[in-house]
């Protein structure tokens, strides 16, 4: 609980003598359980929030932490978060760029889909105008405006993805490249 505090807040863990500590330190018990002399911990943070930790122990002599071996850990460390993060964004750019061509992909089949289901409409109203009339049969008027009526419904779908995949991919927008090149 003390060390995670301290990193918590940002700071290093610098312990070059565990037996030093007092008996009722809460990580005394736990360190010299482990034969640990002497520690040293960075906190490893994404923004102020404490992601993880990266550290050093001695287990056969205690030693004192040069501000060196703090730095390198600290280095260490923001490599470290650096690298997840830019996998994360890269991760992230593959999913919008699949989403991106799924979305593409969905339109073009929809736009087809579409003129085919105006194909079939314009043939069954012509049918129906051409072939009902008085003395038709009944189930022959029916079926044509079940299948008018199922055609109106498959339109309605392929109107939906339509529209759904005309609201994917990026916004196009100005970068200012020096400023993202140093963020």
Known sequence: PECARILNAGA???MPRVSELSPEHPE???????SIRSMLLVPVMEGDALSGFV????VRNER???????????????LMISTIERD?????????RQREM???LASGVAHDFNNLLGVIDANVYYLHETVTGPGTDPEI??????????IGQAKVVTSGILSLSRTGGFPAQRVAVADAVSE
């Open 102 to 104: 799924i979305g593409h």
């Open 55 to 58: 550290g050093f122990d001695a």
């Open 28 to 34: 005394r018990a736990f360190l010299e359980a482990q």
């Open 12 to 14: 290093p863990v610098v």
């Open 88 to 96: 994360r964004a890269y991760a992230e750019m593959m999913a919008a």
């Open 64 to 78: 004192d932490w040069s501000s060196a071996e703090v730095r390198f850990l600290q280095v260490f460390g923001s």
């Open 141 to 150: 008027a029916q079926v044509l405006e079940e299948t008018h009526s199922a």
